[in-house]
């Protein structure tokens, strides 16, 4: 494990990454000490076009020597997520492991299976089984000694989502979930699965 630290602007963006990261114990927090890592979010600030070598108002920018990532220009939540994943990425084959854009389960007999694909093609999806213990529906390490989540949570794509074809997903929605990109209506806070008018990557 590493220990993250989330700066934000905004609080949905903190809600997100509470629910997203796998969160320290009481006991953790008080030996916190030094994050390893930083995430600054001001993504409601735009990037300097006229900065050198910048070509648009979005800017993404991880710095490995100071363990740093500014995100500037873009409200999406995933951005932080993706930075995790990136961080991990790195990190991981130094130590002899492979990070893995996948999801994962695990069987009645310790059996693991995942599956590899790239957004909204299933993971989650299929990683979901009743029959199954869900390990996690996104981002993987591959140890000598098995499979582990780096996430805590999930984050669904959520195109047509209902009880019907996805139960394990929208059964997992109550309050304290993010949903992202989304369109609802603002008297009855009914969510619409089925409007992508802002995008196909609706998110929960």
Excluded: Q
């Amino acid at each position: 494990r590493i220990k993250i630290r989330v700066v934000c602007s905004l609080a949905y963006h903190a809600l997100f990454m509470h629910d997203m990261l796998i969160r320290p114990t009481r006991d953790e927090l008080a030996d916190f000490g030094d994050p390893d890592y930083v995430i600054y979010n001001a993504g409601c600030f735009p990037a300097n076009r006229f900065t050198k070598g910048m070509t648009s108002s979005t800017s993404i920018a991880l710095h490995f020597g100071r363990r740093e990532m500014v995100i500037l220009g873009s409200m999406y939540a995933g951005e932080m997520k993706k930075g995790v994943f990136t961080i991990m990425n790195y990190l991981m084959p130094k130590l002899g492991a492979l990070s893995l854009h996948s999801s994962a389960n695990e069987g009645p007999n310790g059996d693991v299976s995942l599956f590899f694909g790239l957004s909204g093609t299933g993971k989650t999806t299929l990683s979901a089984d009743p029959a199954r213990l869900l390990i996690g529906d996104d981002e993987h390490v591959w140890t000598e000694k098995g499979v582990f989540n780096i996430e805590g949570g999930c984050y669904a794509k959520c195109v047509d989502l209902s009880r019907e074809k996805e139960p394990e997903i929208y059964d997992a929605i109550r309050f304290g979930a993010v949903l992202e990109n989304i369109v609802f209506d603002e008297h009855t806070r009914e969510v619409n699965y089925a409007d992508i008018s802002i995008t196909e990557n609706t998110r929960v």
